[in-house]
Each structure stands twice: as C-alpha cells, then as structure tokens.
C-alpha cells in the first residue's frame, strides 16, 4: 500500500507492508527524525489486514494518537496525529493538504547561484517602514496588548506550530526548508529569499522560494539586506513607486516589484543573517501584520539555525574530544572569547602508539576480523585518552595520535599524558587476558614528548582537520618507532622534567631521524600488578 506520511514537517512517500516501517532518531530507523525526545526505534507503522497501524516501540517519551497514548497497536486514518514524543506524524490523504514543507524551495549553492544576485540599490526611508528588531518576548506581550484576544492567540498558535516544527529539523538544509515553507504559507508572496552570513559577513542566498520559478529573475536590494542585518531592523517598503531604487514608469513595469519585507535573524545578540521577501502590485503590497508575523517567526528561525550549527560544531569536536572537554569548548565560544580551533602556540605532550607486528599478524587474517579487533581495540585506548582530558588527533594505520593541553589549556598536560599511557598498556593487557582462542597477543609501544607546538584547524574548505605540529610532535613520533620496544612507554627529557624522575629509568642516548642532537629519553617503569604512581609536576 502506498502513502505519504508527513514526518516532522517533511513529505516521506513510503511503500506499506506488514512488516511496516520504523520511525525513530537511530541509523536503525526507516524513516530518521533528529529530536532528543525520540527514541532510536519510537514507533512502528504497518499494515494488518490491509490497514494501517501504528504502535510504540516501547519508547522513553511514548507515543500518541490524536492526544491517546498508545497502549497496544491501533488504526491510523488519514489525517490522524501522531506524537512521537514531541515529534508529529501525519497520514497525508492523496491530493489532501499537508503542513508546509517547502514546495519550489531552490536549494542554491554559494559558489555557484545563478537565479539570484544582489544588487546595490538604494531604498529611501519614506517609502519604508523601519522597525528595532525585538525579543520574541517582546512581540508577543505587544502582541497581547495592542490586537484583539482573538489575534493574539492565533498568533500564539503560528508561533507555537513554527516552533515545533523547527526544533524537530533534522539539519540545516531540512530547518531551512521549513522555515520558508512556514513563512510563505502565512505570509502571501511572490519569492522568498533566507540570506546568511559567512565567515567573512558577507551576505549568502541559501534559499530560494518562488511562487512561478523563473518568472521573476531581478536582483534583490544588498542594500536592504545589509541594513535590516547590520542595523537590526526589519524593512518593510510600502510602495516602490515611492522608492528611488526604481526610477519612475518604465522600472515598476520591467520588475514587477512594489513591496519588500526584510526581518534579520539575531539569536543571543549575534546577528545570523535575513529572511527576505518581495511581491508585486497586484499582490497588494505588504502590511504591517506581515511584518511584525515575520519578525516573530525569523526569531524562531535563528534559534534553529544557531541551534543547528552548535550541533554540527559539538558533532566535529567529539570526534576529537571527550564530551567534558567538548562542553567546555562550546561554553569558550558562547562566551565571545577567541574561537576554540583557531590556530596558535602552545604548551602540550603528544603521545604516539603503535601495534606492534600488526601488519605482519593481520596477512592471515579475514578483514573483518581484523577490523573487529583494531576497533575494539581503538574504542578502549581513545576511552583512557579521553578520560583525561586529551584530544584524538588522528588513527594511522594501527597507531593513534593524541596530545594533551589543546585546545584547553591544561597545566597537568605531562602527567595527563603519562597516566593515560600506563592506562592505555594496562588495558591492552587486559584486552589479551580476555581474547578469544585463536586471536593473535597483542603488544603496544608509545613514544611521548612535551613541548610548544602549534596547534588548530589546518586543511581546505571542503576538509578541516585539528591537529598539532612542530618539532615537539616530531621528537614524540620518533621516540615511539625508534626507541620504544613492545610493552614500553618511553618519554622524552622535557616529559620527564614536568613530572619528575621517581617512576622514570634514563635510557641511552639516541640519535633519531630528523633530530639534529642526541636525545636522552627515559621509560616509564610500570607493571600490571602495580599502580604506577606519576608524581606532580616537578
């Protein structure tokens, strides 16, 4: 049985069988929805004698239909809500009408946009109407004391509605959509343009809505969007004939345009970017109703888009942080300091390890136990780095690369580094006291070294990487393939002079590649039985 199903906002047209498909926020789900109030399986639809049933999944939040709980499978019809949590779900009739989801939306990509530019018209304030950009707070108590109950609540419901739909988006292409979709579906228009900043502050179309598309192909107003964002006022121009950016007669007929309405999208102080609408003379014009609706529904907007990209920053930095140190990255940044990866010097231990004799033990090996045992492997080493505060550079092969220090400063890196390296070879140890019969033994070395390096995003657009480099990170690497044996943790002397010498044995002096002096390294003396004690900083 084929139907559509309205999912958080989104149109999912999905093929029905008994077996059904799931709904939820894990890989596991058919259909994904990214809420935290979602289970990872929240709920099951399928078919029982040719109709359509839905039923909870045993969820944490639990599961309505039309405001019941679910108890136990029951019929859904089209047009029935389903809550999954605060996520909603809706049967959508053929032909029937469904939320807005963003139809003729145009994804437009920055580097290449060829249905919008911008140009640098003027606009003349007596043509326009300008309003300070205010809090949601704000609107709705000026909304409760200046129109009848009756708008004020239906503007509560918009509001409401909006809301939940954008805190359901999964991602910003998804949050995007919605946000337009609502808007042009309460606000008539004949295009519809969200405009954000990049890096550089330089205003971006993202998105386009047109109610014909191609029809209309004029630049917008920089000049308006620029101002609405720069200045923080929405823009609402009542009549182009009364506006200098178009010269009289001959302009208004070639651009069709009459009115324009630009909101600014501020979250926290910090300006996002613009919605930016526009119409034409027989539309009628916009009025101040659209403006204050839009100004309310872009402060929606910009927390779900600043929302989203603290989302995609916390994903990036947990590939190489522990959550706590993750949470206190976001705290830095929220807080207007310096960004968190921005490039500088600093003081760090890096450590390296490596498998030895992986390669060797991996060519009788079927792949997929072989990648089975590197990752298991790799989870229970990155934990010990990650339980004391380190960052996850790079895997290589069969080695790890971590540091300590960075991208929080960190006083104790040196021991830090030391207590996750006893750790890390006391777990691979325990790792072979529990391996199946037939898994090879495996034997760790780790070459350690502190020191000023640089550290912060090095790579493209397209790919950033958070890594450090410098002649401290050179010396780490050597001293783990060139001096360390398996089983042995070896530090380099800056190391061993922040922790002190009591659980350290001097070694020979080295001469390794790429250092130009003699380098007099010292082990870590540990064992398994024993809790090797590294003493504070010296």
């Known amino acids: ?50 109709q359509p049933y839905v039923m909870d999944m045993k969820s944490l939040n639990g599961t309505t239909l039309n405001g019941a709980a679910l108890t136990e499978p029951m019929p859904l019809h089209p047009g029935d809500t389903v809550l999954l949590g605060e996520a909603m779900v809706m049967w959508v009739p053929e032909g029937g009408a469904a939320a807005p989801t963003g139809l003729n ?6 580097a290449a946009i060829s249905k919008i530019s911008l140009e640098d018209r003027a606009f003349d304030a007596s043509g326009s109407i300008l309003v300070p950009h205010a809090s949601l707070e704000a609107m709705l108590a000026q909304a ?18 909006m809301a939940g739909t954008l805190l359901r988006a999964a991602g910003l292409t998804e949050l995007l959509e919605s946000v337009m979709g609502l808007v042009t579906a309460q606000i008539p228009c004949q295009r519809g343009f969200i405009l954000l900043a990049d890096a550089g502050g330089e205003l971006v179309p993202e998105l386009i809505w047109e109610e014909q598309p191609g029809v209309h192909t004029n630049p917008i107003s920089r000049t308006i969007a620029r101002t609405a964002m720069d200045n923080r006022v929405a823009i609402l121009t009542t009549d182009a004939r009364m506006d200098p950016r178009f010269s009289a007669g001959e302009s208004i007929k070639i651009h069709g345009i009459t009115s324009a309405l630009c909101a600014p999208l501020i979250v926290e102080e910090q300006a996002l970017g613009v919605i930016y609408l526009e119409t034409s003379l027989n539309k009628g014009g916009f009025k101040r109703e659209d403006e204050h609706l839009l100004s309310a529904m872009a402060n929606f907007a910009a927390v779900g888009i600043q929302r989203e990209r603290e989302a995609k920053f916390r994903q990036r930095l947990e590939r190489y942080h522990s959550p706590a140190v993750v949470d206190q990255i976001l705290k830095s940044s929220q807080s207007k300091e310096a960004p968190a990866l921005q490039a500088q010097r600093c003081q760090i231990s890096v450590l390296f390890a490596d498998i030895s004799g992986f390669t060797r033990m991996s060519e009788g090996m079927e792949p997929l136990v072989l990648a089975g045992i590197l990752n298991r492997t790799f989870e229970a080493m990155t934990d010990q780095i990650f339980s004391r505060g380190g960052t996850l550079d790079k895997y290589i092969g069969d080695a790890i690369m971590a540091f300590f220090g960075a991208p929080n400063p960190d006083p104790d890196h040196a021991r830090h580094a030391l207590e996750a390296a006893v750790a890390m070879q006391k777990t691979l140890y325990a790792l072979n006291s529990a391996r199946p019969e037939g898994y090879p033994e495996l034997r760790m070395r780790i070459g350690i070294n502190s020191g000023e390096a640089f550290a912060g995003d090095i790579g493209c657009e397209k790919r950033m990487d958070y890594t450090v480099m410098g002649s401290t990170v050179n010396l780490a690497s050597r001293l783990e393939s060139g001096v360390a044996k398996p089983g042995q943790i070896v530090v380099g002397p800056r190391t061993a002079e922040l922790v002190g010498k009591e659980s350290l044995r001097q070694l020979a002096a080295f001469s390794l590649k790429g250092i130009e002096q003699d380098v007099k390294p010292y082990e870590v003396v540990w064992s398994q039985d024993s809790d090797t004690a590294i003493h504070g900083m010296g």
């Open 105 to 110: 939306l145009d994804l437009a990509p920055k």
């Open 144 to 161: 409760s004391g200046q129109h009848p109950a009756g708008e004020a609540v239906t503007l509560f419901q918009r509001l409401a509605s």
């Open 1 to 50: 049985m084929k139907l559509t199903l309205q999912v958080d906002g989104a149109l999912h047209p999905v093929t029905l069988t008994e077996e059904g498909i799931t709904v939820g926020r894990g890989d596991q789900a058919t259909i994904r929805i990214q809420a935290n109030a979602v289970s990872r399986v929240h709920a099951r639809i399928f078919l029982k004698g040719g």
